[in-house]
């Protein structure tokens, strides 16, 4: 099924062509058309294009209406203030667009143009250590991102770059050499059996973490303590770095045990991630040598007391002295930039890509200018094609970074835990008429809890700081994921009583009540939103604009009755078409953020 191009494409067409009539000058001039409330639409770009010829707006637009194609679209028409052009289109018009969105599998939602190659950098955690709420911003503002860009027609290419490498795997992996049992499961002491019962998935998670975490204590204590230990640790990094089997043996196991908590968090999180677009620091461990050696040889990076650096003219430290980026240390090891670059070569050049995004924490800012600017410099990177997506810091209530009591910083998963239990008590009141059982309870709070999570994260611009408020989060009165599950099963609600099937026919004859041609009018918005939020990689573009269905669509209920409409069985279709379409619209919005959109709620 074609695309079904917007009402507000089709006015913008028709002023594009009325102006190149009346003016042929002005063939390539914006008509800098706007939704507006004194008409449907305003036009205001008469006034530039006036001033660029030095004519009178007023009478340039008077020109442009008189030059209008007469079209079905356009009711009325008339020029105000100093120049602009008011636009109200027809009623029949908003529900034929209606109805010819409702036909389509996408809304009439249409692919990109000429859509390209992107590799996402998000959701990377680091290996023996808990998730926390900087991984869930870049988990669930990455997975947006790949949906809605998916959605658009783009070629995605998901990469997890998660931190399994350094020198701290030296030091536990000796621990674990001179403690072999330390990971064992038996010694836990959970006493969790390798059953598969239901809900094992979760115990499993936790109760590798758990082991991780004893791993990792222990292996600092001893490196902190004893001297010998701490030399031993650090040769074992060269055992690693070399790739002696046994030495690689283990780490394996840690990193796989890494795994199976990141997993857990991930299906808590309801999100996807897959094991083979998991790409660590490690992966590109081979190729360090040729970073190294190019950057070199080129002169891109120069020795500086041992290390290999790159200069930039206005990156300094506070006290005046350049800080360059250090690719290979004094000692011949190798850090995170060498890693990024390296990954940079491979994405370009091995994954073609021609569009990196990392979604990564606003404070490593100054870390991906450098590297991106090292690889322009080395002719691995395009100018441009490089992006980091930063995000801010998510904040207690204190407004302060987001921390326990304790001042340790909040596991993933607790956080996770409570909003699912407060979304719980949400539902347990709101749905008590609806006679769930407790696990359909309990599923509804997982999708409503997740839900709010996700969309507090994702409405915020993201570069912003947020304050994490599980109250306001979970409240059906507001700018939350609730207030839009709770409208898009109301619409369900309506289509259910109404018989569901077939689809509902438009009747374009009839008029249309303020609050329907609103809804209709925002409808008619969702393919631009969606390109907008994909070309400015903005999720909260689509969340801003969901909210605003979810409160059209409320006020449109409260005022024009559906299934008794005064008007008789065409004005119920009419209005059953618009709420379908809401409906359908809140889903896919929705869908597009991770968030589940239940039947009932
Ligand atoms: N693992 C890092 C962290 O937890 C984030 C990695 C970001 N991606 C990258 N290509 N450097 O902070």
């Known amino acids: 099924m074609a695309s079904v191009p917007s009402l507000a494409a089709t006015v913008q067409q028709h002023l594009l062509d009325a102006l190149s009539a009346a003016v042929p000058e002005a063939s390539t001039a914006d008509p800098m058309l706007r939704r507006s409330d004194r008409a449907d639409f305003q036009a205001n770009g008469m006034l530039a294009l006036a001033k660029r ?25 008339e020029v105000s203030g100093p120049g602009f052009l008011n636009i109200t289109v027809a009623d029949s018009a908003l529900t034929r667009q209606l109805a010819a969105r409702a036909t389509d599998e996408r809304l009439g939602v249409p692919y990109a143009e000429s859509p390209g190659r992107t590799v996402i950098d998000y959701s990377q955690p680091n290996v023996a250590k808990e998730m926390h709420v900087g991984h869930l911003r870049s988990t669930v503002i990455g997975d947006a991102l790949v949906q809605i860009l998916e959605h658009r027609g783009e070629t995605v290419v998901r990469r997890h770059h998660i931190g399994d490498w350094g020198t701290q795997f030296g030091m536990l992996i000796q621990y674990l050499i001179e ?3 330390e990971l064992d499961h038996a010694s836990d002491g959970a006493g969790h059996s390798a059953g598969d019962r239901e809900g094992d998935g979760e115990d499993a998670g936790e109760a590798a973490m758990a082991r991780l975490n004893r791993l990792y204590k222990a292996s600092r204590a001893a490196f902190e303590a004893d001297e010998d230990f701490k030399s031993r640790a650090r040769d074992r990094v060269v ?31 309801d999100v996807e991630i897959l094991d083979r677009d998991i790409l660590g620091e490690s992966a590109y461990n081979d190729a360090l040598h040729d970073v190294v050696r ?43 930039a060498a890693t990024d670059l390296a990954a940079i070569r491979d ?61 340790e910083t909040v596991r993933l998963v607790d956080l996770i835990d409570e909003a699912v239990e407060r979304a719980g008590a949400v539902v347990r009141e709101k749905s008590a008429g609806l006679g769930l059982s407790e696990p359909e309870i309990r599923e509804r709070a997982a999708e409503v809890g997740i839900g709010a999570i996700k969309y507090a994260d994702l409405s915020n611009a993201m570069t912003r700081d947020y304050v994490f408020d599980l109250d306001r989060m979970v409240s059906l009165n507001g700018d939350t994921s609730v207030y839009l599950q709770y409208a898009h099963a ?49 999720p909260h573009k689509l969340t801003a604009y969901l909210y605003q269905l979810a409160s059209l669509f409320t ?16 004005q119920v279709e009419n209005r059953l078409l618009l709420s379908e379409l809401t409906g359908r619209t809140l889903r896919q919005g929705m869908e597009l953020l991770g968030i589940r959109a239940p039947e009932q709620l």
């Open 53 to 77: 010829l030095g004519g009178n707006p007023r009478e340039l637009a008077s020109k442009v209406v008189a030059a209008l194609p007469a079209g079905e679209e356009i009711q009325e028409l």
């Open 179 to 181: 403690h072999p049992h």
């Open 239 to 269: 055992e690693l770095q070399a790739g002696e089997p046994e030495t690689l043996r283990l780490w394996h196991r840690i990193v796989d045990e890494s795994k199976i908590y990141f997993q857990d968090v991930y299906e808590r999180l």
């Open 294 to 336: 190019d950057l070199e040889e080129s002169g891109v990076a120069v020795r500086s007391e041992g290390a290999l650096c790159v200069f930039f003219d206005d990156v300094k430290g506070p006290d005046g002295t350049p800080s360059p980026l250090i690719v290979q240390k004094s000692n011949g090891g190798f850090g995170y």
């Open 347 to 407: 994405r370009i050049g091995t994954l073609h890509a021609d569009t990196l995004l990392y979604v990564v924490d606003a404070r490593q800012a100054l870390h991906f200018r450098m590297v991106f600017e090292t690889a322009q410099r080395a002719g691995w990177l395009p100018e441009g094609a490089a992006r980091q997506l930063p995000f801010g810091t998510v904040l207690g209530k204190d407004g302060k970074p987001f921390k326990t009591r304790e001042g």
């Open 490 to 538: 109301r619409t369900r609600s309506i289509l259910r009583k109404a018989g569901d099937e077939p689809r509902p026919v438009a009747h374009p004859e009839l008029e249309l009540a303020p609050a329907e041609r609103a809804l209709a009018l925002h409808l008619d918005e969702f393919g631009d939103t969606l390109a907008q939020a994909a070309q400015a990689y903005e």
């Open 555 to 570: 006020t449109f209920y409260d005022q024009c009755p559906v299934l008794k409409a005064e008007g008789g069985t065409a």
